[in-house]
């Protein structure tokens, strides 16, 4: 084998297993709440606002590992971290259902939380870092698809589990045997970082400007906005008595649509520019945050699902790439405030739709409130548009 030969099977290693890791930390981790949860609505009778309690416990559980993963006493030690996080995810999906307490919920939510940060920043240094290296676009592109794959995956494996006559108890249990299996492919496959561990330079203070100010408040509203339907999309399909099949495919055509996502948007942005696209993208979920519940069934959750699936990821990312444009001296410090700017945005999103849920009998009014919210989103970054270079 030459040493391009080599190197391109070392590559295609190395997007299967931080693919894969990000369909487990992410896909099942932290999304595979979503098809699960109206069976737990269901069965334990959880009122709207404790499934959004439940929801915010994990999105702070992330905004707790991001925030203490940013600092650096991890270097040196990623891959296992990122490996230990991933076996923590399979743990604590497993533990969701032995219990029926809305306490332990909260706390195995906000664990999972944690979990799915730390193997987001840890597992995303070692393959972003090779494919860099490797001057390699698709690499990274298939590495961000695997959360697109694991949530088709989730909603595939909750249908199946209903088809065999099994709760939602086996949905998490079936998941942690999944997230478990991948935490073993990618002792294998998952290689150390590629840099050393060394001092990291210290960063000036963030330059504060309407620009950056604006870029970081339009990336908290995106937060609120994205996750109302990202968390409740099925259990609205399920409240719409749109049948087992819609329910199955709201959040698999969810998945399929973010995985593609990465790929369709890369000519997009790169005609209309990042700040277009960012742009874009608030629009069009705007729009199918509203068609989630403006549409008749089952047309309304299919068509949400595939609008939210073909954005938020790319939203996310932009939003990221967005910060870094803007404070190109202090980059580091601006993906530090973005994420907690969205942290905090996708902590509020959940409180406030389960509460607005249980007192109007619906998530339309919810889904009102984050389509006007994404558009507040989109508002706030036009006067940004005009600062990019």
Same mark, same amino acid.
Request: glycine content about 12%; hydrophobic content about 60%.
């Given at each position: ?18 693919? *894969? ?8 981790? #932290? ?5 699960? $949860? ?31 993963? =940013?600092?650096?006493? +991890?270097?040196?030690?990623? #891959? ?9 995810? =399979? ?32 597992? /995303? ?8 290296? +490797? ?7 298939? &590495? ?28 998490? @249990? ?32 963030? @330059? ?10 339009? &990336? ?24 087992? =099949? ?27 520019? $990042?700040?277009? +696209? ?5 629009? %069009? ?16 959750? $299919? %068509? ?10 790319? %939203? ?9 444009? @803007? ?11 973005? /994420?907690? =700017? ?16 249980? #007192? ?11 389509? *006007?919210? @994404? ?15």
């Amino acid at each position: 084998m030459t040493a391009a030969s080599r190197t391109e099977h070392s590559l295609v290693s190395i997007a299967i297993a931080g693919a *894969l890791a990000m369909a487990s930390a992410m896909g099942f981790g #932290r999304f595979s709440f979503t098809p699960i $949860l109206p069976g737990m609505i269901a069965d334990l009778g959880l009122t709207s606002t404790e499934a959004g309690i439940v929801a915010a416990a994990n999105f702070t559980g992330y905004l707790a590992g991001a925030v203490a993963g =940013a600092y650096g006493w +991890a270097a040196g030690r990623e #891959r296992l971290i990122g490996l230990a996080a991933l076996l923590a995810t =399979a743990i604590l999906l497993a533990g969701m259902g032995l219990t029926h307490s809305v306490v332990a919920f909260v706390v195995l939510r906000f664990l999972a939380g944690v979990a799915s940060a730390f193997s987001m920043i840890f597992i /995303t240094s070692i393959v972003l870092g090779h494919a860099a290296r +490797a001057g390699s676009e698709a690499v990274q592109s298939t &590495y961000f698809a695997g959360v697109g794959l694991g949530i088709a995956a989730s909603s595939l494996m909750v249908m199946l589990v209903e088809l065999s006559g099994y709760s939602w108890r086996a949905d998490w @249990l079936v998941g942690a045997a999944i997230a478990f299996a991948i935490f073993v492919v990618g002792t294998r496959l998952l290689p150390r970082s590629p840099f050393h561990a060394s001092q990291v330079p210290p960063e000036p203070p963030i @330059l504060w400007n309407a620009t950056v100010v604006l870029s970081m408040l339009s &990336y908290g509203l995106f937060g609120f906005g994205y996750v109302v339907t990202a968390t409740f999309i099925v259990t609205m399909a399920r409240m719409g008595h749109a049948g087992p =099949a819609v329910e199955f495919l709201t959040w698999f055509v969810t998945g399929v649509a973010a995985a593609a996502s990465l790929f369709a948007w890369r000519p997009v942005m790169l005609r209309i520019g $990042l700040g277009g +696209a960012y742009l874009a993208g608030l629009l %069009i979920e705007a729009a199918g945050v509203l068609a989630s519940v403006a549409l008749p069934q089952p047309a309304a959750p $299919l %068509i949400g699902g595939v609008l939210l699936g073909s954005t938020f990821v790319i %939203i996310t990312a932009y939003g990221l790439r967005l910060g870094r444009t @803007l404070s190109p001296n202090s980059q580091r410090r601006a993906l530090a405030f973005m /994420t907690a =700017a969205f942290g905090i945005g996708q902590i509020l999103g959940p409180l406030v739709a389960g509460w607005l849920a249980e #007192r109007t009998g619906s998530f339309s009014a919810p889904s009102l409130v984050a389509a *006007l919210v @994404l558009l507040a989103a989109a508002g706030l970054i036009l006067p940004v548009l005009r600062r990019l270079p």
